[in-house]
């Protein structure tokens, strides 16, 4: 009989919950070791206490809870540095007085690390010493997915993302749903073509919730004139291997795009309206190949939008409202791209009525870092959206939108909650509705 003393893969997670608590115990250190280098390190020796981040961070903001602010929750990350590779850690270790952590801290810091951090960044903005709270909280997951300590439905669906091989399903549903779109909006979408310059990647929430996004995206691609496809065996943008800590799937989901792209010779891989999906793809995909991609763009689809705009090959009907623009974390604070979408929505005739936090001080949807994906925290979601809705409707515009598909999960289900009369709408979606695609469009 096999015995499995961690995670190999999502799919161990029954076993590994079964296992005796000190071997579990050993197994987040372990995952928190892989980490620990010179730059945890100086992270984790910096902190002056200062307290700024709690004022950065939606969660402790909503809540007033001093457990959600931001360095607090790296505690057993810290502790766990100390007591392994800390300035005197080794006199203590030498003279078997190194204290260990137990199961039940860990336990009690998996709501902390999983259900009060989107990894959005914005603590990692105002702390004065340059911590980086959000990669350290995002590295501590590592630790605690190796101990089985994360939420119940973000394991399921990581387990989904792993087994079936995206959270959406296998690859059979996803060709019956394409055929299922095709039919529904009398459209061809090009899928597992041998040859292609560019691979497109979707997103399963937008399948599910907004097909009319792929809708949208395949109109644009084929007004561009560009030779694309999707891949049933690489369709995948979302990455639940960053989001709950499964390091090995990360490099799966990741590498999967990028060796398909290789296979059938595209040059660029385009990302959907995601924001994780970006960070995994476009920031750590280096990690997974030993250097930079240097033969293929991991591009987002507000670069394709913005770009094609400014050089005229786009074109689009001037709407005329004013609007508001929620900036996703993951693609504009951590992500740089803050112009794009500015580009885009004043090419539509928008006049922009900014938040009062925009660009990358824009407060978090609430849904983000999979805790859109983890049920219990959804009294936390309500807090954080309450605090953004309020700066939305402080603008009076018209139009709400946004580029991020998990954003406009959140938005959408907390709307329907609160019966707020504000829909979130979709960056490339209004482009693909008000694009010019031929004169008689144009005088429209
Ligand atoms: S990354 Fe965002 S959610 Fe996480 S602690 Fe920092 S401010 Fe809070
Ligand atoms: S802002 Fe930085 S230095 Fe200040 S308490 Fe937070 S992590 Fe520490």
Not at 35 to 40: D, I, L, S, V
Not at 209 to 234: C, K, M, N, Y
Request: aromatic fraction near 8%; include cysteine.
């Amino acid at each position: 009989m096999t015995v499995i003393t961690k995670p190999q893969s999502a799919r161990d997670f029954d076993q590994q919950r079964d296992l005796p608590d000190a071997v579990r115990t050993a197994n987040a250190m372990e995952g928190f070791l892989v980490e620990f280098g010179p730059r945890t390190a100086t992270y984790l020796n910096s902190c002056v206490r200062c307290g700024l981040c709690a004022e950065a961070c939606h969660f402790y903001l909503t809540t007033g809870d001093a457990k959600y602010t931001p360095i607090h929750k790296l505690k057993p990350f810290e502790d766990a540095y100390h007591r392994t590779q800390g300035a005197f850690s080794w006199l203590a270790k030498m003279a078997g007085m190194a204290p260990r952590l137990s199961l039940s801290e860990l336990q009690d810091w998996e709501e902390l690390i999983y259900d009060s951090c989107t990894l959005c960044g914005r603590c990692t903005l105002a702390c004065p010493m340059g911590i980086d709270i959000a990669e350290l909280v995002k590295e501590a997951r590592h630790g605690m997915f190796r101990a089985g300590l994360l939420p119940d439905r973000l394991a399921q669906i990581t387990i989904n993302a792993e087994v079936k091989h995206s959270p959406f399903g296998e690859p059979d549903e996803f060709i019956e749903t394409i055929h299922a779109i095709e039919k529904e909006f009398s459209i061809t979408l090009p899928l597992d073509k041998p040859k292609a310059d560019l691979l497109m990647t979707l997103a399963p929430g937008d399948l599910e919730e907004h097909p009319q996004a792929t809708v949208g995206i395949a109109r644009i691609l084929d007004h561009l004139g560009i030779d694309w496809t999707f891949s049933s065996l690489a369709f995948e943008a979302t990455n639940f291997g960053y989001l709950s800590g499964d390091l090995e799937l990360q490099g799966e989901l990741t590498c999967r795009l990028i060796d398909k792209a290789r296979e059938i010779g595209a040059t660029t891989v385009l990302l959907p309206e995601c924001g994780h999906a970006w960070g995994a793809a476009r920031w750590e995909a280096a990690r997974w190949y030993g250097g930079p991609i240097d033969d293929i763009r991991i591009m987002h689809t507000i670069e394709l939008l913005a770009e094609n705009i400014q050089s005229g090959k786009i074109r689009v009907k001037q709407i005329g409202d004013t609007a508001t623009f929620h900036d996703p974390c993951q693609q504009i604070r951590r992500g740089g791209l803050e112009e794009a979408p500015r580009v885009v929505l004043k090419a539509l005739g928008l006049e922009l009525r900014e938040l009062e936090h925009h660009k990358e001080t824009s407060f978090c949807c609430g849904g983000g870092g999979g805790v859109l994906a983890n049920t219990r925290a959804a009294p936390l979601r309500k807090l954080a959206f309450e605090l953004k809705q309020k700066e939305i409707d402080a603008t009076g515009a018209e139009h709400f939108v946004t580029s991020c598909g998990q954003c406009r999960l959140q938005f959408d289900r907390e709307t329907k909650a609160s019966g707020w009369d504000k829909q979130v709408e979709s960056l490339l979606e209004l482009v693909a509705e008000n694009m010019i695609v031929n004169q008689k469009s144009e005088k429209e």
